[in-house]
């Protein structure tokens, strides 16, 4: 068990390196070299006709007037010691674990990221409640009664919930169900869980549809193959009650399911995007969303990396979670 | 009954009964209002706001609920630069000048000064005098060295970055080599020493600008959020850092908490000294003003229209959301469309396109009727003809070119043969037209002018920048020459309502930079320049005015900007609202600054 801890958190070390490579990369990079100069960066962070002198001071400021490879490694070494900022950045020291300070609001990006973290959860794990509850109990009805009317009724809503994208469905709930819904806002689930509730279930159930058509047919496809397993005959010529059948076949599909599972709500968690704008919620997503539009890059480096760390304990979660509900796996 | 309790069944059977109370709850109550808090109550009237107080009330108490599709990349007043933050943050900081709280008002009046500047040296010396008994909201007392700290601090430091930089180009002009030590200086680090000469604030109570070159219109440039005090004593211990995150207030309000990119709260400032604002430029109506931030434009319109928000901080409803808005007479009674000082334009490349019969054969061929329709229409703006809008004090509205293509075809043939370079190998004359990314309305007028000019045989491509890069392109004299980017549609609104904080940066060489211009018609034209440097050496006001409008009238003639529309804005504000007037204290939209709540 310790060997494999150790492997993954150096594959982890590893993966997250990249991230913040490619992400580097793409950002700071890519743009010079389809011409942007850094005289243009820094004029985004001015006032009309910014002089010479101004726009060194801003460069300065940001950074950009250290060769790439200076910026990069200075990055890297604010991850892990923290630094001094340069003056005008609204402090005088991001300490680590320091994912960078943001351009146009003046804050430590892992302070923003924390910020709205409350927000993004809250979707996130309401919606995929939601999704997993329903998808799995419907995708198990459907396996069950494959062929009949129940099968064919979910069959077609799981169809229409995949072609329904968020940006499709929340417009559209948003114009249409407030007058069944409460307004969309956060409330602080510790203030009052009810409130909180009350507040999101939009979101959630926008989110969730997506999500709810794709555990259904993983669901049902995973038992469908199941139930008509060898193991399956043989458990029911033995005369195990049909209920423990079903369960037996359900099982099977665990281990697809919540290595599906765990992803979707790794990557939520980095930021529901759509949901987030189509709602005016101030998550991780909006805030990521922003610092791209106002090329903020630290805060869209930050994000990219937060979010790339969800992944990466998502996948390790799962993992370790194969053990328990897969026995044929091993961990050494 | 055992296995419904399990984990998964409970938290469902939790869900589905959380939204069939609200279900039901919100229901009844959407059957009861109508769609609303906001819509449950007819408002005073459509389109008033600019010439009457709307709800007079001078009622205190209740929370303020603003809301903005923008965030602040500060909120530090000195280093902002948006009509959106000025109007805001004007309810804490208290500048030097400021404009009459009057419905549709323009005129400015003293604010922290007791009026306007003293003037003598030609327009060289400007002085004010500071109204007593004004103070900070930690009690201490104001004086005009904090003003003027507020001004170095802003122009000349690490700070520098989206705040503007006139007084920095005014005191202290980078063309002029007695200033030279200026460029780099840092008043954080180097001290402010050699501002002695140029800010005189030996008199507490006084301040004294000594200008290199005279310019005219420094009452304007007082009413910048600049001159709004900042205690040097603090500010200048960290070098901003404390006062970016939270500015002391010098107004009837101060901020009570405020979250980057999501929300400022603000409550009445108890230090406030109500004796030393004779004018009465600023008053806390509200217990409470809470301004969410970064909300998505199409929600921000929900929750206004809602009644979950009581006005935007300055943005247009969205052009999707006006036949909702018109079509229902709560709703229209709570909205305005007023003209907002500013225009839809597109520059005409003069650079790149020299021949003026060919600028002009494009003036000819615009179909401005249809680029109207495609900026909302009536709604969104009436036809402009030329640039100074009519609330520019002195602007003359006059005939300029209207559509006919038989005259814009002569006018291409002359072209073609006096210039014949400027048509391609096929015989056409060619070029792209630059519209904003997030601005669809000017990317249709774009489509429609695309249509028009095709129609004289003018061949273009329409092709789209970000907002924020804009400049960046349309403003790059080599980018915009390579890439024949002939044409940039874009909005434009002056900093304050005179025409040289309309034409400055928009038509003379000021505007044109190697970083990036907004003159993107790139207009260096010897008359336009003599005449504005005539209006900024003049202090009569008459003789500015003309100046003007004689280079109002040598652009139109110059062909180098197509005047598209003078914009109308279609704003809402909830019948919750007091004491609700537009005029240039809003920024030409709501005036935040003496709003209360019913």
């Known amino acids: 068990m310790t060997t494999f801890l150790v492997r993954r958190a150096v594959t982890a070390v590893l993966l997250m390196f990249g991230v913040v490579l490619v992400t580097f990369l793409v950002f700071y990079v890519v743009p010079g070299l389809g011409g942007r100069t850094t005289d243009q960066l820094a004029a985004q962070f001015a006032s009309r006709d910014p002089s010479p002198e101004q726009l060194a001071v801003i460069e300065h400021r940001l950074g950009l007037d250290q060769p790439l490879y200076v910026q990069f490694w200075d990055y890297l070494r604010a991850l892990v010691a923290g630094t001094d900022l340069p003056p005008g950045s609204g402090a005088a020291h991001c300490s680590a674990p320091c994912l960078g300070w943001s351009w146009r609001l003046h804050e430590s990006v892992l302070a923003l990221i924390l910020d709205r973290l409350p927000v993004t959860v809250s979707i996130a794990v309401g919606a995929a409640v939601l999704w997993l509850v329903f998808g799995v109990l419907s995708g198990a009805l459907a396996a069950v009664f494959r062929g009949g009317l129940v099968d064919r009724v979910i069959r077609v809503a799981a169809l229409v919930g995949v072609c329904l994208p968020v940006v499709f469905i929340g417009p559209l709930a948003r114009a249409k169900l407030t007058w069944l819904f409460p307004s969309v806002s956060y409330y602080s689930f510790l203030h009052n869980p009810f409130v909180w509730a009350d507040h999101l279930v939009l979101p959630w159930v926008t989110l969730a549809i997506g999500y709810f058509a794709l555990y259904t047919r993983l669901t049902r496809s995973g038992m469908i193959d199941a139930l008509s397993g060898h193991f399956i005959r043989t458990a029911q010529a033995k005369g195990l009650p049909r209920r423990r059948v079903v369960w037996q076949g359900l099982r099977t599909t665990f281990p697809t399911v919540a290595t599906v599972f765990a992803m979707d709500l790794g990557l939520l968690l980095g930021g529901a995007v759509l949901a987030e704008k189509v709602y005016g919620l101030h998550g991780i997503g909006d805030l990521a969303q922003n610092g791209v539009d106002g090329q903020d890059l630290p805060v869209v480096l930050g994000v990219t990396l937060f979010a790339g760390l969800f992944i990466v304990v998502a996948n390790f979660v799962v993992d370790a979670a194969y053990a328990v509900l897969d026995p044929r796996i091993r961990l050494d | ?598």
């Open chain 2, 1 to 598: 009954m055992k296995k419904e309790t399990a984990v998964i069944p409970k938290i469902s059977i939790r869900a589905g009964a959380i939204a069939a109370a609200l279900a039901l709850a919100l229901s009844a109550c959407g059957s009861s209002s109508g769609g609303g808090s906001g819509a449950s109550a007819m408002g005073p009237g459509y389109n008033l706001a600019s010439s009457q107080v709307l709800n007079a009330s001078v009622k205190a108490g209740g929370t303020m609920n603003l809301i903005s599709s923008q965030t602040f990349d500060s909120i530090d007043p000195g280093i902002t630069y948006s009509a959106q933050t000025w109007n805001l943050f004007r309810m804490f900081a208290r500048p030097m000048m400021a404009y009459e709280h009057t419905p549709g008002g323009n005129q400015i009046v003293g604010d922290l000064a007791t009026g306007p500047g003293k003037e003598s040296d030609n327009g060289k010396t400007w002085t004010y005098t500071l109204d007593p008994g004004a103070t900070f909201e930690d009690g201490t007392a104001i004086t005009s060295s904090d003003v003027r700290w507020a001004i170095e601090r802003s122009n000349w430091s690490s700070l520098v970055g989206n705040g503007p930089t006139y007084f920095r180009n005014i005191l202290t002009p980078s063309s002029d080599p007695r200033f030279a030590q200026f460029a780099n200086l840092d008043v954080y680090k180097d001290g402010d020493k050699a501002f002695d000469k140029i800010i005189d604030t030996s008199d507490p109570t006084k301040i004294v600008f000594h200008l290199p070159n005279s310019f005219g219109e420094f009452d304007y440039v007082m009413t910048l959020l600049q001159t709004a005090p900042v205690e040097r004593g603090i500010d200048s211990k960290d070098a901003g850092d404390t006062y970016a995150k939270k500015p002391i207030s010098t107004g009837a309000y101060k901020i009570q908490s405020y979250s980057p990119g999501k929300e400022l709260k603000l409550v009445p400032n108890p230090a406030y000294n109500q004796q030393s604002d004779p004018n009465h430029m600023h008053v806390a109506r509200a217990a409470l003003v809470d301004v969410q931030l970064g909300v998505d434009s199409g929600e921000r319109d929900q929750e206004l229209l809602d009644g979950q928000a009581d006005a935007d901080l300055g943005s247009a409803l969205n052009v999707a959301d006006h036949a909702k808005v018109l079509q229902d007479n709560v709703l229209k009674s709570e909205t305005d469309d007023a003209p907002d000082s500013s225009i839809a334009y597109s520059s005409i490349n003069t650079q790149l396109i020299p021949d003026v019969d060919c600028r002009q054969a494009i003036e000819y061929a615009v179909n401005k009727n249809t680029v109207q329709n495609q900026l909302g229409g009536s709604w969104g703006g009436s036809i402009a003809t030329n640039l100074l809008p009519p609330s520019i004090p002195g602007a003359v509205q006059f005939p300029t070119y209207t559509y006919d293509p038989g005259k814009a075809k002569t006018l291409l043939a002359k072209c073609k043969s006096d210039s014949p370079q400027l048509f391609d190998s096929s015989g056409a004359l060619s070029f792209k037209i630059a519209a904003q990314v997030n601005a669809p309305d000017l990317q249709n007028a774009a489509t429609a002018i695309q249509s028009s000019l095709a129609g004289v045989g003018i061949n273009t491509q329409v092709t789209l920048f970000p907002f924020g890069q804009y400049s960046q392109y349309c403003g790059n004299q080599d980018y915009s020459r390579a890439h024949k980017l002939g044409m940039c549609l874009a909005n434009w609104g002056p900093d304050w309502l005179t025409g040289y904080g309309m034409l400055d940066q928009l038509v003379t060489a000021n505007g044109i930079s190697a970083t990036g211009s907004q003159n993107y018609a790139f207009l260096n034209d010897k008359t336009v320049n003599d005449l504005e440097q005539d209006a900024l050496n003049s202090v009569e006001p008459s003789t500015q005015q003309q100046d003007w409008v004689k280079i109002d009238h040598r652009v139109m003639d110059l062909a180098a900007i197509v005047p598209l529309t003078q914009r109308n804005v279609m704003r809402f504000r909830s019948s919750n609202l007091t004491n609700v007037m537009i005029n240039q204290a809003g920024s030409g939209g709501y005036d935040l600054s003496v709003l209360g709540v019913k």
